[in-house]
Each structure stands twice: as C-alpha cells, then as structure tokens.
Nanobody
Framework: QVQVVESGGGTAQSGGSRRLPCTAS????????LGWFRQAPGKEREAVGC???????????DSVKGRFTISRDNSKRTQNLLRLQMNNLKPDDMATYYC?????????????????WGRGTKVTVSA
C-alpha cells in the first residue's frame, strides 16, 4: 500500500512561482510511477505531468511545458519525494493539484494508471 500526501498550495501572483511537494510512502513506493494532476472548478481533472519509476522519463502536458518541472527523489527506500516546481504561473493554472501513484508506465500520464491519490492542495493565482 502506498500513501500519497501533497502540500504546498496557496496563493501566488500571476507570473510568480510555487513549489508543491508530494510524499509517496510505503514499502513499494519505488515500484510506483508518480504524477501530478489538477482540477479547476467546473472543469475535468487533467494531467500536469508524470514521471517513471526512477525519474528518468518525465512527460508534461503541453499547457505547462517550459514552465513546470517535475523531479523525483528516491533516495529513501520506502519514501519517495515528488516535487512540482511551477514557474510563470498563469490564471489558468489555478486549480486543486493532486499527486498520484500507480504501477503502470505508458508515458502518457493517463489517470487510469494511477491507483493511489492524495487529497489535493489548492493553488490560487492572483492577477
């Protein structure tokens, strides 16, 4: 079983930055791919990006490419850290951000591949 907890939400100005950490804990944490998803009010959940088991392969949604960076730290045996660095934030980035873990890597950040989800952390972008 993997427990996923994200944090770091808050308010950032348009053009500003925000970093969201996520901890995936459990004996099989290293056996899971990790990803970030977001859901804005009135909109469907969408993938932000995801990374494979060791962080060597990362994919991003077109809307965040060049602005967001996902990094993974597997240095602890049963606890993996996933970070989402968000730069040049835009009002459209305002959403609740979810960290998730899954066992399948297909390289397309399909939410159906992710079986363990955090409760979400809200990011507000002010103009």
């Amino acid at each position: 079983q993997v427990q996923v907890v994200e944090s770091g939400g808050g308010t950032a100005q348009s053009g500003g930055s925000r970093r969201l950490p996520c901890t995936a804990s459990g004996v099989t944490a290293r056996d899971h791919v990790l990803g970030w998803f977001r859901q804005a009010p009135g909109k469907e959940r969408e993938a932000v990006g995801c990374t494979d088991f060791n962080g060597q392969n990362t994919r991003y949604a077109d809307s965040v490419k060049g602005r967001f960076t996902i990094s993974r730290d597997n240095s602890k045996r049963t606890q993996n850290l996933l970070r989402l660095q968000m730069n040049n934030l835009k009002p459209d980035d305002m959403a609740t951000y979810y960290c998730a873990a899954g066992r399948n890597w297909r390289g397309n950040c399909d939410s159906s591949d992710f079986t363990h989800w955090g409760r979400g952390t809200k990011v507000t972008v002010s103009a």
